[in-house]
């Protein structure tokens, strides 16, 4: 990957065949995410399975069709803990006193 | 980054040195992808601050039926999907060179999105003729309308930009003004419209599909 020297060599990679592939890929997990919101589940366990499906598609996206994983790995290096590391100052924020107002709401 | 220089053309020893592309990307390139990261957080927010009043709502409305409301945006997912594909295939077009082909793919991904946002626009029709508006539900729970609107339409204003976007991009490919590199720097942005999606509809709309009967 870091062979790689100038941004205009990088690009042969990946070929009609893959993104056809990843896109057969994207649907299949469509279709499980829509089947499985006519299981009754508990609300957080649906929304946890289905964010993590979800994380899955996004996985594919961000590697091949915008192409991050032929690029440098410094590059995905500085962007996705970054990225993460933010969302989970969010939640670390607002979770605690979410938690204790929702418990307040519903009752138990 | 053959030979590296700073802006005004000193020779600088290191990549770390002022002149250099430390990730081997073109500076339009790594800027999306800045940009795609603040708006990733945009959309995190939003989706958390969702995630929380759905699940602290035990009489969350659930008014998605299979016809029509499930069976359409299934339908807007996978168009949005395809319209990914085209795009990865136009940007594959132009780093071949190939002029005539990237426009009519970049014209096809744009037509993917004009798609979507047809089919998504009159799915809110439908809400309005329900009585779902921004502010109020039949249910009386205004966070269902809020939210939902809230975050589709902005999802739905990134589709609106994209489509523009893609179409000035085809115009100005065709016409030799951009690069191929900027033929890719917009496909950035439109799979990153794509993969917001991929959260917003399962979040949005199987966590609310109509389980009566």
């Not at chain 2, 603040?38 to 009489?59: C, H, M």
């Not at chain 2, 439908?126 to 939902?148: D, I, K, M, R």
Request: charged share 10%.
């Amino acid at each position: 990957m870091s062979a790689h020297e100038s941004s205009s060599e990088v690009h042969a990679v990946g070929s009609t065949r893959l993104f056809v592939m990843v896109w057969v890929w994207l649907a299949v997990i469509t279709f499980i995410e829509v089947f499985l919101a006519y299981e009754r589940l508990r609300p957080a366990l649906m929304l946890t399975l289905l964010v993590v499906l979800s994380l899955v598609k996004a996985a594919l996206i961000v590697s091949y069709f915008m192409h991050l994983k032929y690029e440098k790995i410094s590059l995905a290096l500085l962007l996705i803990p970054s990225t993460i590391f933010c969302i989970c100052m969010i939640i670390i924020f607002f979770m605690p006193d979410g938690a204790r107002l929702m418990q307040m709401r519903l009752g138990h | 980054m053959a030979e590296m220089k700073t802006a005004v053309g000193v020779p600088v020893s290191s990549p770390w040195g002022g002149g250099g592309s430390p990730f081997a990307i073109n500076s339009k390139k790594f800027g999306m992808w800045l940009f795609i990261v603040s708006d990733t957080l945009t959309f995190s927010a939003l989706l958390l601050a969702y995630s929380y009043s759905r699940l602290a709502n035990p009489n969350w409305p659930r008014p998605f039926e299979i016809y029509p409301a499930i069976a359409k945006s299934t339908s807007m997912t996978l168009i949005l999907l395809a319209s990914s594909l085209t795009m990865v295939l136009g940007v594959a077009a132009a780093h071949r060179n190939d002029r005539a082909k990237t426009v009519r793919w970049l014209l096809l991904t744009a037509l993917g999105g004009v798609a979507f946002t047809v089919l998504h626009l009159t799915e809110w029709v439908n809400l309005f003729h329900e009585g779902y508006t921004p502010w109020s539900t039949p249910q009386g729970v205004p966070l269902f309308g809020a939210t939902f609107f809230g975050i589709t339409g902005l999802h739905m204003t990134h589709v609106s930009i994209g489509v523009i976007y893609l179409i000035i991009m085809a115009y100005g490919y065709g016409k030799g003004k951009f690069t191929s590199d900027d033929v890719e720097v917009s496909g950035l942005y439109w799979h990153f419209v794509d993969l917001v999606w991929m959260f917003v509809f399962p979040m949005i709309y199987l966590m609310s599909v109509s389980l009566a009967g």
